[in-house]
């Protein structure tokens, strides 16, 4: 019996430090709760001017001579760019002016490339706040929250009623909203245009506004601010792009 206890006590010893082992690798994989403080609070630059009056996804006034048609997806990484460094400029330099008014439109790009339902899902829950008049506050909410690599983690359901929240809408109306897909339909119907190619899509008036193409490949690209800034000054002078 003597020389079985020091056994024992080693086969003791590996067994507690196993249990140890298995229950720190669970806490540190094991999902973490979702709340306000695991979201990225809007930038300047990505804040929309509660100043500028807005009708649903549509920013500026409604009398404005120029539209800009946006057909995007709050996954795509093209999309925050634009986000970001071109609609700043734009509310500051036409819509805040009166000039132009933003019609955002929902392009779902990203879930086709990986077969989840994340962009699809955010879109839903934009047009959820759209309802109670929180589109944009919701729109400035998603793009800073999209994840590297356009990850489809960024808007699961339960991330996206903490961002709803966050964004202040009322989350008793919100959250079945959410949660039953109530504006799946709605999304369905958005007709893209047939030459839309990519995400951002862009067009004044509906004629859309491409950039230079790719010196290496001769595609098309997105339009830089520049484009755009130009499209509208030839339409306000001349009425058309």
């Not at 409604?62 to 400029?89: H, I, K, M, Y």
Request: aromatic fraction near 8%; hydrophobic fraction near 40%.
């Amino acid at each position: 019996g003597g020389d079985k206890k020091p056994v024992m006590l080693i086969s003791g010893l590996f067994l507690i430090v196993a249990i140890l082992v298995i229950g720190a690798a669970y806490i540190a994989t094991r999902p973490k709760d979702i709340t306000s403080d695991s979201l990225t609070t809007p930038g300047a630059a990505l804040i929309t001017p509660a100043s500028i009056p807005t009708s649903g996804r549509t920013l500026g006034d409604p009398n404005a001579p120029v539209t800009l048609q946006l057909w995007s997806d709050f996954r795509c990484s093209g999309c925050w760019q634009f986000v970001s460094e071109r609609e700043p400029l734009l509310v500051t330099n036409y819509v805040q002016t009166g000039k132009l008014k933003i019609q955002y439109l929902d392009f779902l790009t990203i879930d086709g490339n990986d077969g989840a339902t994340a962009s699809r899902d955010a879109a839903n829950a934009a047009w959820c706040a759209a309802d109670q008049g929180k589109f944009w506050p919701m729109h400035d909410w998603l793009f800073a929250n999209q994840l590297p690599n356009e990850n489809p983690n960024a808007f699961t359901i339960d991330r996206l009623l903490v961002i709803g929240k966050a964004a202040g809408v009322d989350t008793a109306k919100f959250n079945p909203c959410v949660q039953n897909g109530s504006h799946l339909a709605d999304i369905a119907a958005e007709k893209v245009p047939s030459d839309a190619g990519f995400t951002p899509a862009t067009y004044i008036d509906g004629v859309q506004i491409l950039g230079a193409p790719d010196p290496s490949t001769g595609s098309s690209t997105p339009a830089a601010y520049a484009d755009l800034a130009a499209a509208i000054d030839l339409t306000i002078k001349t009425g058309h792009p």
